[in-house]
């Protein structure tokens, strides 16, 4: 069965520092990884995904992400982040064949300061 | 072009009731989700539809949930005997193609059970 880990469940930054959301996962077998972002009061909407090929993922918003496979993990970064950028953030995994079941992780609440 | 609907967006009902929920995907998206999210949750799988048919309900709590889509296109969730324990968030998201595609989510559907 697959798992996903999100490590920190809130994460507070200040404007334009950088900012690291962390995300492991478990599986026997291949998946593909996402990064979901939802605003307050709105929908999930993908900031980007991982299928295959290079490691590292660039998304919408100036957020990118690095695939290690030895670590199984998939971490978001962004190299300075925003008071527009307050929302939480959600790691998931989906089999690559014959995925149906998508698996979310508990979430990462990014708050920014000023 | 539309997103998903969802309708209501609000839910109010007394513990014991029956309630339908309902999803409008994007129009020629043949895979649709059923999520359901707590408060300081990620989305917790629910079912899958390929089409008309349901390919993985395995994220169904009991059998007191139950979900169709009978002409492959507009979902209904239906919850009976309703506890408060099923309070939460239900969300809706479709796709076209295979699980490397994205998924697009409705606002949610937010159930209160009294």
């Known amino acids: 069965a697959q798992s996903v880990t999100q490590l920190d469940s809130q994460v507070p930054v200040f404007e334009e520092a950088p900012v690291e959301l962390r995300c492991n996962y478990s599986s026997s077998v291949s998946v593909y990884l996402f990064w979901y972002v939802q605003y307050p009061n709105q929908g999930l909407q993908l900031l980007l995904k991982y299928l295959s090929g290079s490691t590292l993922v660039k998304g919408i918003n100036g957020f990118e992400a690095e695939f290690n496979k030895s670590q199984t993990s998939f971490h978001l970064r962004k190299p300075s982040v925003h008071i527009s950028d307050t929302a939480e953030y959600f790691c998931a995994v989906i089999l690559s064949t014959g995925g149906f079941k998508t698996i979310f992780g508990a979430g990462t609440r990014l708050f920014v300061k000023a | 072009g539309a997103g998903v609907s969802q309708t209501p967006s609000n839910k109010v009902t007394e513990k014991g009731k029956y309630v339908e929920l309902r999803c409008d995907p994007i129009?020629?998206?043949?895979?649709l989700y059923w999520y359901r999210q707590s408060l300081g949750q990620g989305p917790e799988f629910l079912i899958y539809?390929?089409?008309?048919?349901?390919?993985?309900d395995s994220g169904l709590p009991n059998d007191r949930f139950f979900a169709v889509r009978p002409e492959g296109s507009v979902s209904t969730l239906k919850i009976q005997r309703t506890e408060r324990g099923d309070s939460a968030v239900y969300l809706c998201?479709?796709?076209?193609?295979?699980?490397?595609?994205?998924?697009?989510f409705g606002p949610g559907t937010r159930l209160t059970v009294l």
């Open positions: 998201a479709s796709r076209t193609g295979g699980p490397s595609d994205t998924q697009y």
């Open positions: 129009s020629g998206h043949t895979a």
């Open positions: 539809f390929q089409g008309t048919g349901a390919a993985d």
